[in-house]
């Protein structure tokens, strides 16, 4: 598929404001994955169709949450992190995408997970400073983000926590793992 058809295709799936959202992180995507060594095509697609679920309906995926092989304790935390794993499963069925290391992008998205894949680390961040984002402290990580993928991500996280706390909004388990993870694995660079 070329990057023609993906944008025809996922279009129809979101609004205006979502679609340039979706350009952004394309291309800031295909940024990251020639700096840091990821596939750029697979960067592109992953890009794409990362927000392809964003609009369903709460109840579409509460069901495909509960029929398919997806954690279910996703169901007692923010319906905001719903479409990231039901995306993958949908972008596979509806649109035949079955690169694993592009729906494993799209699956972990919005939390992270430990041990992430560079395409994966290239998708979430990409998501976090394309540049039509406009969050408290992004420009700071818009730099870092030249120097270096794992603490960008590491700072990005660190404002999602921060930005959920304030808001006295639950937090994913996983959310945590994927901080820790990159965390851990900085400061042993280190010492
Ligand atoms: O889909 P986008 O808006 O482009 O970005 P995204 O997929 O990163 O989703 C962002 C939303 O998900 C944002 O409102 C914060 C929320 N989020 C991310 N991690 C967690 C979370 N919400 C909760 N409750 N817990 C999390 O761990
Ligand atoms: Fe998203
Ligand atoms: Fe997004």
């Known amino acids: 598929m070329n990057r023609q058809e993906a944008?025809?295709?996922?279009k129809k799936h979101l609004p205006e404001k979502r679609y340039i959202h979706t350009i952004g992180v394309t291309d800031t995507a295909i940024t990251l994955a020639k700096q840091y060594g990821a596939d750029e095509k697979k960067a592109e697609i992953a890009g794409i169709f990362h927000d392809y679920a964003k609009y369903r309906p709460k109840q579409e995926m509460i069901d495909i949450i509960n029929e398919e092989d997806l954690p279910k304790d996703l169901l007692m935390?923010?319906?905001e992190l719903w479409h990231a794993p039901v995306g993958a499963i949908l972008?596979?069925?509806e649109i035949g995408i079955t690169d694993e290391d592009i729906l494993r992008a799209i699956r972990s998205h919005t939390t992270g997970r430990a041990r992430m894949t560079t395409l994966e680390k290239v998708i979430?961040?990409?998501?976090?400073?394309?540049?039509?984002r406009s969050f408290p402290g992004v420009d700071d990580v818009r730099e870092l983000a030249k120097l270096e993928l794992n603490k960008a991500l590491i700072v990005s996280i660190q404002n999602t926590i921060q930005f959920l706390l304030n808001k006295n909004e639950l937090?994913?388990?996983?959310?945590?793992?994927?901080?820790?993870?990159?965390?851990?694995n900085l400061n042993q660079e280190v010492n």
Do not use: F, G, H, W
């Open 124 to 132: 979430m961040l990409a998501d976090y400073i394309e540049p039509n």
């Open 171 to 184: 937090i994913y388990p996983k959310t945590i793992e994927t901080y820790n993870d990159l965390q851990r």
């Open 7 to 10: 944008l025809q295709i996922i």
């Open 91 to 93: 972008v596979k069925k």
């Open 77 to 79: 935390y923010s319906s």
